[in-house]
């Protein structure tokens, strides 16, 4: 049976998923990128709703979950069941950590909340991702990343003034949700090996509450000036740079520009033939800092990405091309960062995906498989791990158990 590499960092750590679609997986994705052996609870019919989630290629074989699901072993589990449930209960004893982001009514009437799984295993880190919180009237309530991302101030922020609120591209909030909650697995589990006498810990965490934190100057902006910023385009509404902007090229391309110090957004207005006298000061500069912006855009536009870029550079200017994937997989810096990856799989052949971040020098991770079939580690996981003879195996595939 294929696996982690021994010298993973996370090598021995175990991990139960009872979580479906983003947050939870994703969260149990970082942990087995790292090498945890993580075991991912799905429905016996219909399995994880992300497996059909995205695009399909034109043989109906849904890519997203190819790289959602990779790394880790695939079971199935009727959790609707009296035996399922117990399965999971002894899945969560055998367990360093479990994930899920199940609404807490249906743990609860499943056995599956925090006081039963901490009865089977007072050790057990569990990870429980809800859309408001378990301590929340809403703690029953189904909860989606974009309704975490408008609650945590985000997307009020984005966009441009003269125009609606804007969702980033992707699931924002779910993503940065999952990489919070992986953290705070980390943050436990040092705990436990610190502390002979952990007893368990329980982390409730809230779609909202991690773009919430990162957003660290809101609430004390509101609270000491009482100010609530608006949408300022890319300029963004509190910026510690007089210059920072997006901008059109002409070969139709787009650049971004920051300038976060004195000594930098000299350089732009020396790139641009303005006089060194009129940008001395951050007072100057940030008076004058729509005068250096639309100058800026005049600029730019009468130039290619690569020629715009190449001569900011050239001036000491942060810049960048704003980077579609044809561009990322194409990029220098990507491929020596061999950040762009190749994995072999069973339905499709050679797949390119995202490399295993962060890079750990000394024991790093790898990606040993891409998202695996429904139920491929039944046999595994039940016969292996929890010891069932495979006549009781058999039995529970044959009543619909697993």
Do not use: C
Request: hydrophobic fraction near 40%; proline fraction near 4%; glycine fraction near 8%.
């Amino acid at each position: 049976m294929n696996g982690p590499a021994d010298s993973a960092a996370l090598k021995g750590l175990k991990v139960l998923e009872i979580a479906q679609v983003i947050a939870g997986p994703m969260a149990g994705t970082l942990l087995a990128d790292l090498g945890a052996d993580v075991i991912h609870v799905e429905d016996p019919v219909t399995g994880d709703p992300q497996r059909v989630t995205g695009i399909a290629n034109d043989d109906g074989v849904y890519l997203w979950w190819k790289v959602s699901g990779r790394n880790k072993r695939s079971v199935t589990i009727d959790l609707r069941t009296p035996e399922g449930q117990d399965l999971a209960r002894q899945l969560a004893a055998w367990a360093d950590v479990l994930i899920t982001n199940f609404r807490v009514g249906t743990l609860e009437k499943w056995g599956l909340d925090w006081e039963s799984v901490h009865a089977v295993n007072p050790t057990l880190v569990m990870l429980q991702i809800t859309g408001f919180g378990v301590n929340s009237t809403l703690r029953n309530a189904p909860g989606f990343g974009k309704v975490g991302e408008a609650m945590s101030g985000v997307v009020a922020l984005t966009g441009f003034p003269d125009g609606p609120p804007v969702h980033t591209g992707f699931s924002h909030a779910d993503s940065v949700t999952a990489l919070m909650g992986a953290f705070a697995v980390q943050t436990a589990l040092y705990r436990r090996n610190t502390d002979p006498d952990f007893d368990g810990e329980w982390i409730d965490l809230a779609l909202y509450e991690s773009l919430y934190r990162l957003i660290e100057w809101q609430v004390i902006v509101y609270d000491q000036l009482g100010f609530v910023p608006q949408r300022a385009g890319n300029r963004l509404p509190v910026s510690p740079a007089a210059v920072i902007n997006t901008y059109a090229t002409s070969d139709d391309a787009w650049v971004t520009v920051t300038s976060g110090t004195v000594r930098s957004v000299q350089n732009v207005a020396r790139l641009l033939g303005q006089p060194d006298e009129d940008y001395r000061t951050v007072e100057q500069q940030q008076d004058r800092r729509l005068k250096l912006d639309d100058l800026l855009a005049e600029w730019i536009r009468t130039k290619t990405a690569e020629e715009a870029v190449e001569a900011m550079r050239g001036a000491q200017v942060t810049a960048s091309r704003i980077y579609t994937i044809e561009d990322i997989v194409k990029d220098e810096t990507f491929v020596e960062r061999e950040n762009v990856i190749t994995v072999d799989d069973d339905e499709l052949g050679p797949l390119r995906m995202q490399s295993v971040i962060p890079k750990l020098t000394r024991h790093g991770g790898e990606v040993w498989r891409s998202g695996p079939a429904l139920g491929q580690d039944n046999e595994y996981v039940f016969g292996d791990l929890l010891r069932l003879t495979s006549e009781q195996i058999e039995d529970l595939h044959a009543r619909g158990v697993i």
